[in-house]
């Protein structure tokens, strides 16, 4: 049986937009606003190279990351083809207005994945 915990506010959420959610402990998560104000949660991770898909542009059942523009589908975090990956969802619901994610997820899910380590700059030598 879940436990729901309440997130947030669904206006808080941006129309096709995103708010993020940090955990304890894991990366954060991602809470999606569809159009039709359906709400989907994902790990705020692209499979591609991490982007982070909460500042992606939602379109329709998707999001696309920021980074290089991947379409993950919001309903099972699987990249569109011909691309390929996937990033792991959460249980996520919508009640009177309120938004709500599971709490054992939130607690103990996706806790492997780690944010993309920016690597140092190479500047030109110069000779």
């Given at each position: ?7 947030c506010q669904l206006e808080d959420?941006?129309?096709?937009g995103a ?9 954060p998560?991602a809470?999606f ?8 949660a994902l790990?705020d991770?692209?499979?591609?190279k991490?982007?982070?898909l909460?500042?992606?542009?939602v379109h329709?059942?998707h999001?696309?990351?920021p980074l290089?523009?991947w379409?993950?589908?919001l309903v ?6 011909p691309?390929e990956g996937?990033t ?5 619901k919508?009640?009177g207005?309120q938004v ?6 939130v607690?103990?899910?996706a ?8 690597g140092p700059?190479?500047h030109?030598?110069?000779?």
């Amino acid at each position: 049986m879940k436990h729901w915990i309440a997130i947030c506010q669904l206006e808080d959420i941006p129309q096709l937009g995103a708010r993020q959610v940090v955990r304890v402990q894991g990366m954060p998560i991602a809470i999606f606003r569809a159009r039709n104000d359906q709400v989907h949660a994902l790990l705020d991770r692209c499979p591609h190279k991490g982007g982070p898909l909460s500042q992606g542009i939602v379109h329709g059942e998707h999001v696309a990351c920021p980074l290089h523009n991947w379409s993950i589908s919001l309903v099972d975090g699987n990249a569109k083809a011909p691309d390929e990956g996937c990033t792991p969802v959460f249980a996520c619901k919508l009640e009177g207005g309120q938004v709500f994610l599971d709490a054992r997820e939130v607690a103990e899910k996706a806790l492997e994945f780690t944010a993309p380590v920016a690597g140092p700059c190479r500047h030109a030598t110069a000779r």
